[in-house]
């Protein structure tokens, strides 16, 4: 009994954990099974036939295909508007800076469907087509945010004194950025683009306020589904994406113990 | 990761102290605003504008094929309330509640990871990123076979009447969880839980141990250190938890769409319905900017009242 009530906050934190995961394992679970009918929503038998056909379904990895362009594109844009602001927040003194702290905080503590619904008025207001570019600029909006914040908690940790010896060595200012600031940020950078990646990637509700019916992205892809049955291929793809995601962050952790050892 | 700011917490909550700057940069005054510029501009062309035209578009008459015309029709608001006055309500109470589990379900799990996890921190922290990265429709597609009638969950709180206490509080209207309030809720606070937990994990980081062993030298029972140092220093990570949590669960349609019925639809769905489907673009348009007002406002006094002012 003791010993419990002395790891009372480890239970809690375990069952909250298995929470979170649960369905996680199930989409892995799931992307085994061979459905009985449309929907697979019970376990029927035991098949791999979805992993070995991910593109069985019809306009499945269009869509994926589409996803990912409109991923990359987004998230490079962002990362490097994001970055710049970020700079200007974390090394320069400025007028107007409580302005543009709010208005990078805006768009996070804005609900995504009023983000899309105010884009579409826009653009039926320009006559701007929805499609595969109206969806990479809200994307782009909604992303750079998140980027600002991830690089400037990164660049505010960075000792200015590297800088100022940088250039007390004779570095220009281009230089000092190039081989110090930048170099330095990079984990910042990165943690931020991949961010922006997953929250484009995933995106639904803003993008489904933007897209055409010729710019079906993954996640609408699987929101229609869902009304008719949503194909085995989508739980490969989703455990997929679960292990990429793992892959990336523990690559993520070691690459920065590495550098913080180097560094120390 | 975590330490590189994964998490969205509020811009300014970062370092305070405005640290000396190197004298030359002064010279150059104009360098910070070209880094600005692009991405500035961004943002008020593609968010802040798009603000005005969702005023202006309530305030408009007219049909798709014709056009409209602004009018000013503040009658729109009217009507919008009156239609959709549970739709609205639903969704503050759903964001609410499921807030309130977040922050009591994150809580233990972020303390945890910041004071008690020792060499287990970083892959409890992976496991709580990771799902955060991977597509949130199949995750919540996932929750329809977790509380289905024929899996064990349901069978159990059927057999321990978990299902009728349900019931008898009206958060389920059979002896099924699935699309019910239960679900939606339950399927609220898991899809925005991550939210919650990072910024808890930063602020709890943070506290020095030092201070809690202090406090149980002094006598205090752990509830009264809880009270009086944990949580009052975990404070600005409640806020910005709560505050993360809050706002995307009241525009969200997609848990209860996919895991409610027709009693439980909220706001976000009525919008995006009026606006795609309905084509009824000034009515949806009010509703839109009634969101976002409400919201503004809820924000602003939440924070006034949590004397955390210096987050935003």
Redesign the interface.
Known sequence: MAWIKRHLIAFAALAVLVYMLVPNIVVAVFSFNEPKGKFNYSFNEFSTAAWTNPCGTQGICESLGLSLQIGLIASITAAILGSMIAFALGRYRFRGRSATNLLIFMPMATPEVVMGSSLLTLFLALGVPSGEGAILIAHIMFCVSFVVVAVKARVATLDPKLEEAAADLGANPTQTFLRVTLPLAAPGIAAGTLLAFSLSFDDYIITNFNASPSSITFPMFVWGATARGVPVQVYVIGTVMFLLALLFVVTGQVIGKRRNRQVA | ?A??????????S??PA??P??E??KRR?W???A??L???L???V??????I??G??SLQEGNVDDGYVFTGNVGIYVDAFQQYWPQMVRSLLYAGTATVLALL??Y??A???AQ?AGRWK?V?L?????????????????????L?D??FITQWARKLHITDLLQAVGLTSNDSLLFSQFAVIMGLT?NF??FMILPLYTSLERLDPRLLEAAGDLYASPWQTFRKVTWPLSLPGVVAGT??TF??A?????NAR?LGNTQTTM??SV??AQ??RVLD?PL??AL?FI??LT??TM?TIYVRKAGTEEL?
């Open positions: 990761m330490e590189s700011g994964v998490l969205p917490a509020p811009p300014t970062a370092p405005a640290r700057l190197a030359p940069r005054n360098v910070p605003y880094l600005l692009p991405g500035m961004w943002l008020v593609f968010f802040v504008l798009p603000m035209t969702l202006s578009q379900l994150g233990p799990l303390y945890f990871i008690k970083n409890v992976v496991l709580v990123v990771a799902p955060f990265f991977t597509s949130f429709l199949i995750r919540t597609l996932a929750w329809r076979t977790i289905s024929d899996w898991y839980l991550p505050l993360l706002i995307p009241a525009g969200d349609f997609i996919l706001l976000g919008i995006d606006f795609l673009y949806a348009a839109s969101m976002l919201i503004v924000v935003l």
